[in-house]
């Protein structure tokens, strides 16, 4: 059996585990003046750059050209609300489609998107225009 003494420590130390647990902790950060200076420079050097990585999807790549045009046509009469645009990278002509900052929201237009054209995939890409981003 246990000893009454023992059940009383074991119960004090649960109830302060308990409640250290609960405290919420907030830490200050503070850094020299001139790492706190090449931070900031690094943040107004991001917010300026034109481009961004992200995601978008590829909706074809064909060598021909009238396909091109014909599937940009389709996709802009059946989702007007998304951005097309084409590349053309030797050989292939390639069609993409949205900019988008996370994967998961690309695949969700990527499956809408695949009902009516299979072929397309979800891509990443290293120089979006951020006017292009959706989210």
């Known amino acids: 059996m246990i000893k009454p003494r023992i059940l009383l420590a074991m119960f004090f130390c649960i109830l302060t585990i308990q409640s250290i647990a609960q405290v919420e902790s907030t830490y200050q950060v503070s850094y020299e003046p001139k790492v706190q200076n090449l931070i900031n420079n690094c943040q107004e050097i991001a917010e300026n750059q034109p481009n961004q990585k992200g995601w978008n ?6 060598v021909d050209r009238s396909e091109l045009e014909y599937q940009l046509n389709k996709f802009g009469d059946l989702y007007p ?8 990278d030797r050989p292939y002509y390639k069609v ?10 690309a695949i969700r237009v990527l499956h809408i998107v695949q009902q009516e054209f299979p072929s397309a995939v979800c891509k990443r890409s290293n120089a979006l225009p951020k006017t292009l981003f959706l989210n």
Not at 81 to 87: G, H, R
Request: glycine fraction near 4%; aromatic fraction near 8%; avoid cysteine.
């Open 96 to 105: 993409n489609v949205g900019a988008f900052l996370k994967r998961e929201d």
């Open 81 to 88: 609300a998304l951005q097309a645009d084409w590349v053309h």
């Open 57 to 62: 999807i590829q909706l074809l790549s064909t």
